[in-house]
């Protein structure tokens, strides 16, 4: 992987990495816990070989250790094979709320896989970004359009390009998707529709009682200081206000349980989007269903092939099991 970092006129404001594509092997899945709560995974491992150790981490064979305790980062490892491949168009993939890049290396590793050349970013606030508040895409899409033409100039960006956000980083996606330049595709999961609603009801599940509603004074003034912090005002992070905008085929994905990126919301922003797809996976929360690609496997390959001409011959890893997955 290389870094670029982005010469903006405020300076560094995101950073990126790229992972090139070649085969890549699954070495381990397939539990995580966030509190007391678990979720597991049942994987099958087709062309999988007695994986190395290593000093990061530690491989252990799936045959012996069919679960193993992680956190979101580290939910699964793959290992790449010597065989690399031309790129068959790039993806550029935004993190999640309070996430880094890293917490995209999962994702990262499947899209280069089948060939993507994946870039892994970094937005404001997040990583290894220079920038210490988030802006909820207001200036992150300016980033984004910024980072897309040094991609261009140093031919880096092979088309078809797309953007692919999860959660916090699907609303900014869609954000950026609605301005030149201009995507060919935009793959979204669980993305928020206006940060003024999204931000207090993520405050509800996360702190309960003690998170004041929107319409409360104790809202009111926090918006007004976080926006003189970040430099924004929220009545400007709407990416349904940018949808309608959108030329490329958007693809929504989403869990029917989720109560962060509802349903509802989705449906709403699909329907505003020129070209939408949308799959709802039944019973799936907010973090699983941004994490779990075996689930989503199929849905995003067929969507890639009918509306990019983008076919792959890697299959998808069989999702066995979910229990517990009330995260």
């Known amino acids: 992987s290389v870094t670029l970092p982005v010469g903006a006129p405020d300076a560094g404001n995101i950073d990126a990495a790229i992972i090139e594509p070649a085969h890549y092997n699954p070495a381990i899945g397939v539990l995580y816990k966030i509190g007391t709560r678990t979720v597991r995974f049942t994987l099958d491992f087709p062309e999988l070989h007695p994986p190395p150790d290593t000093a990061s981490f530690k491989f252990k064979h799936p045959a012996k250790h069919d679960h193993m ?3 979101v980062d580290l939910l699964r490892r793959w290992l790449p094979t010597v065989r690399k491949e031309k790129p068959v168009g790039t993806i550029l993939m935004l993190p999640g709320y309070g996430l880094g890049k890293s917490s995209l290396i999962s994702w990262g590793l499947f899209f280069a896989d089948r060939g993507w050349r994946v870039v892994l970013i970094d937005l404001r606030g997040q990583g290894a970004s220079q920038s210490p508040y988030l802006t909820w895409g207001v200036k992150d899409k300016d980033d984004l359009h910024r980072l897309v033409e040094l991609l261009q100039r140093r031919h880096i960006l092979k088309t078809p390009w797309l953007y692919f956000g999860i959660s916090y980083g699907g609303g900014v996606a869609l954000m950026a998707a609605s301005g030149a330049p201009r995507p060919d595709g935009v793959i979204v999961i669980a993305p ?13 599940l996360a702190g309960g009682w003690m998170a004041p509603a929107r319409d409360s004074p104790q809202w009111a ?3 007004k200081e976080a926006g003189k912090l970040a430099g924004i005002h929220l009545s400007n992070a709407v990416p349904a206000q940018s949808v309608p905008l959108i030329q490329a085929p958007v693809l929504y994905l989403g869990g029917t349980a989720d109560k962060i990126a509802t349903p509802a919301e989705i449906e709403s922003l699909a329907k505003a989007t020129p070209n939408a797809s949308v799959k709802l996976f039944p019973g ?13 496997c199929h849905t995003i390959i067929s969507w890639l092939a009918a509306e990019l001409h983008q076919s792959s011959q890697r299959p998808c890893i069989i999702h066995r099991k979910t229990a517990d997955s009330h995260v």
Do not use: C, Q
Request: zero cysteines.
């Open 284 to 296: 799936l929360p907010h973090i699983v269903v941004s994490m779990d690609i075996p689930i989503a």
């Open 192 to 204: 928020w529709a206006n940060a003024r609603d999204v931000i207090p009801r993520f405050g509800r």
């Open 69 to 71: 305790k992680t956190y």
């Open 221 to 223: 003034e926090a918006e």
